[in-house]
């Protein structure tokens, strides 16, 4: 599965948007960005995935360059309970040949939403 | 739908005593995995099973770790004898090939702690 880079902390004021940024310029063609976030003390949560479009749910959107080298998930409006660690993963989707069915985290994003 | 359940919540044991964690997946989900969370190692893929078979172990980390999944609807990662270092929160996930829609869904983890 391609490697994913993340900034370590961001800040965001309640009510605003939290953008989080994630570089993955080794993704195949065959390879979906997933995010998921972890709230302190609990399991980690899915949020949203893509391939090639931008989509959006109940959560968030998610954003994903032309070139799929880097992608962009959008908390629209956020709350105090947005704060939490957001991962960035890419990997191929389940029931392709070949590419299992794991997910593997990197260190993420620490988003801490502030008054 | 209940989630995934784990149990214990929370573990405490003295160090060369045998601990087993306990995981019941959503009902109708056919992979289910086992994390382990640690401040310097994050999260940790250990093993996996597709269909109550075990596809990939290659994260667990040595011989005291071993996991079963007898029947869908239950798996157990026993650690014999325990050690300090096997300290963490350990969470249970499970998903349903090819459906992508909700991801992975984890557990609210077992806090083990060896003395």
Redesign the interface.
């Known amino acids: 599965d391609a490697k994913t880079t993340q900034p370590p902390s961001m800040d965001c004021a309640e009510g605003r948007a939290a953008n989080l940024p994630c570089n993955h310029s080794t993704i195949s063609g065959n390879e ?1 960005v ?1 995010w ?1 976030r972890q709230i302190h ?6 949020i949203i ?1 893509g391939l090639k479009n931008n989509e959006t749910n109940e959560m968030a959107s998610l954003i994903i360059t032309e070139d799929r080298k880097s992608s962009t998930l959008i908390l629209p409006h956020a709350t105090l309970r947005d704060t939490a660690v957001y991962y960035c993963i890419v990997r191929v ?3 392709l040949t070949g590419g ?8 993420g994003t620490q988003l801490k939403v502030e008054l | 739908d209940a989630g995934v359940i784990q149990s214990p919540r929370h573990e405490v044991t003295e160090m060369g005593q045998e601990v087993t964690l306990r995981c019941k997946p959503i009902s109708g989900h056919d992979y289910l995995f086992w994390y382990r969370q640690t401040m310097m190692r994050g999260l940790e893929l250990l093993i996996y099973f597709n269909n109550n078979v075990p596809i990939d172990d290659s994260g667990m980390p040595e011989d005291r770790f071993s996991a079963k999944m007898p029947n869908a609807s239950f798996s157990t990662l026993k650690i014999q004898p325990s050690e300090p270092r096997d300290s963490a929160v350990y969470f249970c996930a499970s998903s349903l090939e090819g459906a992508q829609v909700r991801g992975y869904t984890f557990g609210s983890g077992t806090r083990l702690t060896v003395v």
């Open positions: 979906y997933y998921y003390s609990q399991g980690p949560q899915y995935h989707r389940s029931g299992g069915n794991k997910l593997t985290f990197g260190t």
